[in-house]
């Protein structure tokens, strides 16, 4: 595997479920995001890990819960969601300390809470 | 952050050069000027970015006005596969790498 990573690409769900998001950087990198894409909005950052550390919750409510074990993994635990929680879910990596930075997206994960 | 503006959208001929334009009035003299794409149905990539200097790379060249208040993503020859969202961010080199995304432009290329 190259790059990053994200499963499962198709998510549905009902409002009582309980349900994980997985993304996985294969690029050595220090830094993890989660960011939501609503249709017909712009990505919104949900979250920023650094060295393994949440750094930025950009105020996401709490039935979503991130979870970093280590550098190369990023959890995102979804439970009692809305319908306006659909959305596609990305996540992303990158090398922050050194300047200027490139960050790597995963495809995404569809989500469709009904 | 330094807010962005960027036109909704444009429209190219393949093979001809596409100018986006983004103007950063806020910027800080600290924000680099980052540019991703997003093609359909998949994550943001990224273009290129700079902070003072013209940049070019494989992908682009990105042309910096010298008060640093617009830039201009330069795709010399478009091609069907360029057409995405295109997004301008200004950001802080010493931050933890968050990107804050606008609406950005969405480029068509006609064939």
């Known amino acids: 595997e190259t790059g990053v990573t994200q499963t499962p690409r198709h998510l549905v769900m009902g409002m009582t479920n309980k349900k994980s998001l997985k993304c996985e950087q294969h690029?050595?990198?220090?830094?993890m995001y989660w960011y939501k894409q609503s249709a017909k909005k712009p990505l919104e950052l949900m979250f920023v890990?650094?060295?393994?550390?949440?750094?930025e919750n950009n105020s996401v409510p709490s039935r979503f819960s991130p979870e970093c074990p280590n550098s190369s993994h990023l959890f995102l635990h979804l439970h009692t969601l809305q319908p306006e929680d659909s959305a596609l879910y990305l996540c992303?990596?990158?090398?922050?300390?050194?300047?200027?930075?490139?960050?790597?997206f995963g495809p995404g994960t569809r989500l469709t809470v009904t | 952050d330094a807010k962005t503006t960027q036109p909704n959208s444009m429209e190219s001929n393949e093979e001809e050069p596409v100018h986006l334009p983004c103007n950063h009035s806020?910027?800080?003299?600290?924000?680099?000027i980052h540019w991703y794409r997003q093609l359909p149905s998949q994550g943001p990539e990224y273009v290129i970015h700079?902070?003072?200097s013209n940049v070019n790379n494989r992908m682009a060249s990105l042309a910096i006005a010298e008060d640093r208040k617009s830039s201009t993503l330069i795709l010399h020859r478009a091609t069907l596969r360029d057409a995405a969202v295109y997004y301008c961010?200004?950001?802080?080199?010493?931050?933890?790498?968050?990107?804050?995304f606008g609406q950005g432009t969405t480029l068509q290329v006609k064939p």
């Open positions: 992303a990596s990158s090398q922050v300390g050194t300047g200027a930075y490139e960050q790597y």
């Open positions: 690029l050595g990198h220090n830094a």
């Open positions: 890990y650094n060295f393994k550390e949440q750094t």
């Open positions: 806020t910027i800080s003299g600290t924000d680099y």
């Open positions: 700079g902070l003072t």
């Open positions: 961010i200004p950001t802080l080199s010493s931050n933890t790498g968050k990107l804050i």
